[in-house]
Nanobody
Framework: QVRLVESGGGSVQAGGSLRLSCAYS????????MGWVRQAPGKEREGVAR???????RYADSAKGRFTISKDNDKKILYLQMDSLKPEDAAIYLC?????????????WGQGTQVTVSS
């Protein structure tokens, strides 16, 4: 059974940092594409970043230069390091596994972790 569990969300002031984690199990994620999306109230779900099995990464324009996605296959954890956070980054962040053609779309999803950024 595929399982994705996010953690690391919280409240931070603008300019601060957070590192999100997504523990995964039940699948061969070492050879899979994984990533992060976010959803803010009243907005559509937005792809943030993804990483393939080779370690190639892709970011949304809003995340470039501030966010870093990485994956530890031995620990089975996907990370999203978020620096220089802005109030508009506030959202529920979800990790996904098995990338689909559309950036930010995945076959499997976690439940999400809340990120709040105060100005």
């Amino acid at each position: 059974q595929v399982r994705l569990v996010e953690s690391g969300g919280g409240s931070v002031q603008a300019g601060g940092s957070l590192r999100l984690s997504c523990a995964y199990s039940g699948y061969s994620f070492s050879t899979s594409c994984m990533g992060w999306v976010r959803q803010a109230p009243g907005k559509e779900r937005e792809g943030v970043a993804r990483i393939d099995w080779r370690g190639n990464t892709r970011y949304a324009d809003s995340a470039k230069g501030r966010f870093t996605i990485s994956k530890d296959n031995d620990k089975k954890i996907l990370y999203l390091q978020m620096d220089s956070l802005k109030p508009e980054d506030a959202a529920i962040y979800l990790c996904g596994a098995t990338c689909r053609a559309t950036f930010g779309d995945f076959a499997y999803w976690g439940q999400g972790t809340q990120v709040t950024v105060s100005s």
